[in-house]
């Protein structure tokens, strides 16, 4: 009873895993971690966005949702003695995650960051659980 899926589902899986992982290595990884916990009065957000600075950042909470923006420009560059460049590279990366979280008092959101690691602390906004409908069950 302890292996009842067969040999050909696991491949399947195997293979699926596979590109996935191919795929989301060779395109980049358009998401960065994100925790979120639900206390008695308020929401706990947690983002690990290393790399970042507190400028490359945008938070916003609009119409219940919660949005964080983090973008960057980074140049590199490679001169000889005469100010020639050897090497000039430039990048840009851009991630972009938004959650639904109803009932926030918008009023009274804190936000931190620090080490890379943006912290939300959203309080719940008092009465927005008796708006809640009971549904009886029959």
């Not at 490679?78 to 000039?88: S, V």
């Not at 990048?91 to 926030?104: A, D, E």
């Not at 620090?114 to 549904?135: H, R, S, T, Y």
Request: no cysteine; aromatic share 10%; net charge negative.
């Amino acid at each position: 009873m302890a292996n009842l899926m067969s040999r050909n589902n696991d491949l399947m899986n195997m293979r699926d895993d596979f590109f996935d992982n191919f795929f989301s290595n060779f395109m980049g990884n358009d998401n960065f971690q994100v925790d979120i916990k639900e206390k008695d009065n308020n929401y706990e957000v947690t983002a690990d966005l290393p790399g970042f600075d507190k400028s490359d950042l945008n938070v916003t909470y609009d119409d219940d949702i919660l949005t964080i923006e983090a973008s960057r420009n980074d140049v590199s560059e490679d001169k000889d003695e005469e100010g020639n460049f050897l090497r000039r590279e430039r990048s840009s990366s851009s991630f972009r995650r938004q959650f639904m979280l109803k009932g926030i008092d918008e009023d009274k959101i804190d936000a931190s960051f620090k080490d890379g690691v943006l912290n939300l602390e959203l309080p719940k906004a008092p009465g927005k659980d008796e708006d809640k409908k009971k549904i009886d069950i029959k």
